[in-house]
């Protein structure tokens, strides 16, 4: 079973930053990627970053070059640092990871859940 532990976030007026962080623990083989979602109310989940075990990056166009997403393998860590945040980046963040529990059995678990608001 793997657990993915979330930090991070908060509020901060427009045009701050802040930063998340995710870890990944139990038992599992390997994780192919981690990454970042975020939701709204009355809103599907959608991508914000991921990035995978050969370091492959894939950003959300509503990223623009503002937030920053990198990866410790061998923490099993991944990081969101978001920069320039305007209110519509209002919304609880989750981590993501994907891989192999064991030979053949995959898994792809969710954080918590972090809240983020942007306001002034």
């Known amino acids: 079973q793997v657990q993915l532990v979330e930090s991070g976030g908060g509020s901060v007026q427009p045009g701050g930053s802040l930063s998340l962080s995710c870890s990944a623990s139990g038992s599992f083989l390997n994780i192919i990627a981690m990454g970042w979602y975020r939701q709204t109310p009355g809103k599907e989940r959608e991508l914000v970053a991921t990035?995978?075990?050969?370091?492959?990056?894939n950003y959300a166009d509503f990223v623009k070059g503002r937030f920053t997403v990198s990866r410790v393998n061998v923490d099993n860590t991944v990081y969101l640092q978001m920069n320039s945040l305007t209110p519509e980046d209002t919304a609880v963040y989750y981590c993501?990871?994907?891989?192999?529990?064991?030979?053949?059995?995959?898994?792809?678990?969710w954080g918590q859940g972090t809240q983020v608001t942007v306001s002034s």
């Open positions: 990035v995978n075990r050969g370091g492959g990056i």
């Open positions: 993501n990871a994907r891989g192999y529990s064991r030979p053949g059995a995959t898994f792809d678990e």
